[in-house]
């Protein structure tokens, strides 16, 4: 009897065996240009093999819909209009019990059960990676929401920044801080790298470009998580994914804007931490679903 998470990311699959509140055995692939199933089909199948699989946790990049088994990631193209990986999954292990939640919710999960807020009741979870993700933790449970996109941060709206976003809107803090965006910007300044590990080591060397990329990145970050503090009155926020990683030339003013813009006496000197897992945390809070740990009905 096997237990499988699932990790659907803007570029990347990643699947493994649960174990406990471990994940083992992990497999990744990239998330091609189109039949993007089949990838994900052939991923969870090489993990899987001969096994009789029980359950299979799945963490998906949003927008969701956890009523319907949609996922619908703004950064995969096939799947922008939705499509039914609950079923799909489903289909592929008729006798297993699917459990479905954005990857923000997943990444709560997994900082909750094994990470930074541990102990902690009531905190915010942020991914920043090729997008911003982000789960909420109130009162000692993940929140979900009416369709499982509570905590999406990426779209809070932040001040002084009129960048169109892959979600029609215009201003969202995926739009300005991202990974990816943030490649963008540094390249129309004339920056000549391609990834976000590339724009960080280039501004820890110096480069003005890179320098100002994570600048604006780290601002449009600190007001935003700033906003959300002052909504949700949480204890700790929690950042985790790749592009967070890239050191002080990102940390050091995302922390000077929060400061800035976090006055009131409940959001000043609102602590702000790395992710407490090295890695994979969207597919540990997935096997925290999968295996019963945390169910939609233990959420608010």
Request: aromatic residues 4%; hydrophobic residues 50%; proline residues 4%.
């Amino acid at each position: 009897m096997t237990v499988l998470a699932l990790d659907i990311g803007a570029t990347k699959f990643a699947a493994g065996v649960v174990d406990g509140l471990d994940v083992r055995d992990v497999r990744r692939a990239d998330v091609p240009p189109e039949e993007v199933w089949a990838a994900c089909r052939g991923l969870l199948l090489e993990v899987a093999g001969d096994a009789t699989i029980t359950a299979v946790g799945i963490g998906s990049a949003g927008p969701v819909d956890v009523r319907t088994g949609l996922t619908a990631p703004l950064n995969i193209p096939e799947w922008k209009s939705g499509f039914a990986i609950v079923a799909a999954v489903q289909e592929l292990f008729p006798s297993a019990t699917i459990e479905f939640a954005i990857d923000g919710a997943c990444l709560a999960l997994a900082e909750y059960h094994v990470g930074a807020l541990r102990g902690v009741p009531n905190g915010l979870a942020l991914t920043v990676s090729s997008g911003i993700g982000g789960g909420i933790i109130a009162d000692g449970r993940v929140v979900m929401g009416r369709t499982g996109n509570a905590g999406h941060i990426g779209h809070i709206v932040v001040p002084g920044w009129d960048v169109p976003c892959l979600c029609g809107g215009v201003g969202c803090v995926e739009a300005v801080a991202s990974g990816m965006s943030s490649v963008r910007w540094a390249v129309g300044q004339g920056w000549r790298g391609a990834t976000g590990v590339q724009l960080a080591e280039d501004a820890h060397a110096g480069d003005e470009i890179a320098l100002a990329a994570l600048h604006r990145s780290g601002t449009a970050l600190g007001q935003a998580i700033a906003s959300a503090a002052a909504l949700l009155d949480v204890d700790l926020v929690v950042i985790g994914g790749g592009f967070a990683q890239s050191g002080a030339p990102l940390w050091d003013p995302m922390r000077a804007a929060l400061e800035r813009h976090a006055r009131l006496d409940f959001t000043r000197g609102l602590r702000v931490v790395p992710s407490g897992i090295a890695h994979g945390a969207t597919l540990v809070g997935a096997g925290v679903l999968a295996a019963g740990h945390a169910t939609v009905a233990d959420t608010v």
